[in-house]
């Protein structure tokens, strides 16, 4: 299918079956229409991934908007940027760089934070805690990011190799990559289904009931927090004391004046690597979902509900049901011991039938 606008023209090579056409249609149109973008600053300088790490969230923005980096020392003026992008910093903010993003949202500025506040060193075999000026700066705002991991035993796995007389790969399950499937109803999280985090952090809300603050997503209900640092480890014997804090908040809106009479907000998400594709022979494809959920994120702060309802349309994840322990037991040996009782059951009535029977043909006058 070939989309022709003037002497422009864009192209579907192939039409595959449950494509979400609607959509696919909707971002051809408009990249051909559309004339000046409005400009989304991605603030740098402070160990944030390259563009080209953050090449498939970008591919999805570039649709709408024009993405531009921005370093806070250098910039002179921010109000020209629709919304601002801060994606896992793990180098010093300064306060003057701080205040300069206080001057933005005191305007009435947007601000998409997906913050790194602790890092997971696998290699090491460690977890250590992120401080960049930023966890305070939030905190003076009523966002408290906690420096611990958090764990889910709805999670994803790693692969590890098997020793023993033949080597193999093999998949474990690994709680500090948690499953998100737990949304409340707000534009940002229309139609998202399954997010996957990595080495992910709880957040609260320590501020005042002026301001609008509205939870995202959440864990699961058999999750659980460590605080940093912690020492990994691949094999550990997970045990229900392990998931006592459930349901812990990962991703959160704010809006309200900060500062000045004019509505700021800000996007929190409590991991800053969960759209990072990464370079070369490290990159990996993200999750459909943590795009969406980005994409949307900034369509919400720039105010442009533009493809929103359009983007999760035919994104589809059916994952199974977290139970606890006690209900696996329950049903494992549920369906183990019924077969065997209706059996015993079914030998038992069959048994007295025969015996009555039996019975009643040994009594005088059976047989006549």
């Not at 193999?168 to 139609?191: A, E, K, R, Y």
């Amino acid at each position: 299918m070939v989309i022709q606008v003037g002497n422009e023209f864009e192209a579907i090579p192939l039409i595959k079956p449950g494509i979400a056409m609607e959509y696919t249609l909707s971002t051809l149109i408009k990249r051909l229409t559309i004339k000046d973008k409005p400009q989304i600053g991605y603030i740098m300088g402070h160990g944030e991934p390259e563009f080209a790490a953050i090449e498939q969230v970008l591919d999805e923005l570039s649709i709408l908007y024009d993405v531009k980096p921005v370093y806070l020392l250098s910039e002179p003026d921010l109000e020209k940027y629709k919304c601002l992008m801060l994606i896992g910093p793990t180098g010093t903010i300064s306060p003057t760089q701080l205040g300069s993003l206080d001057n933005y949202l005191e305007k009435g500025g947007s601000l998409m934070i997906a913050m790194e506040r602790v890092r997971g060193m696998l290699n090491d075999g460690i977890g250590v805690t992120v401080n960049t000026g930023l966890e305070k700066w939030l905190e003076d705002k009523g966002l408290y990011v906690e420096d611990s991991f958090i764990v889910d035993k709805k999670c994803g796995t790693v692969t590890v190799q098997q020793q023993g007389f033949f080597s193999f790969p093999q998949q474990i399950n690994f709680p500090f990559l948690p499953v998100i499937s737990q949304f409340t109803n707000h534009s940002i999280t229309d139609g998202i289904e399954t997010l996957i985090l990595q080495f992910a952090s709880p957040i609260k809300y320590v501020g005042d009931t002026l301001m609008n603050y509205q939870p995202l997503a959440y864990t699961s209900k058999i999750s659980g927090k460590l605080k940093a640092p912690i020492s990994f480890n691949i094999g550990r014997n997970w045990r229900a004391q392990d998931f006592l804090y459930p349901d812990l908040v990962v991703a959160a809106a704010l809006s309200g004046p900060m500062g000045g009479e004019e509505d700021a907000k800000i996007c929190l998400i409590g991991d800053g690597n969960f759209i990072v594709n990464g370079f070369g022979a490290n990159k990996i494809p993200i999750q459909k979902d943590n795009i969406n959920l980005f994409a949307n994120a900034i369509d919400w702060l720039s105010d442009d509900s533009g493809l929103m309802s359009l983007r999760t349309k035919g994104v589809l994840s059916r994952p199974l049901k977290e139970i606890s322990d006690g209900k696996v037991f329950m049903i494992k040996y549920f369906n183990f011991l019924i077969p065997v009782v209706l059996l015993i059951a079914y030998g038992v009535i069959r048994f007295k039938r025969r015996s009555n029977r039996r019975s009643k043909r040994m009594r005088p006058g059976f047989i006549k």
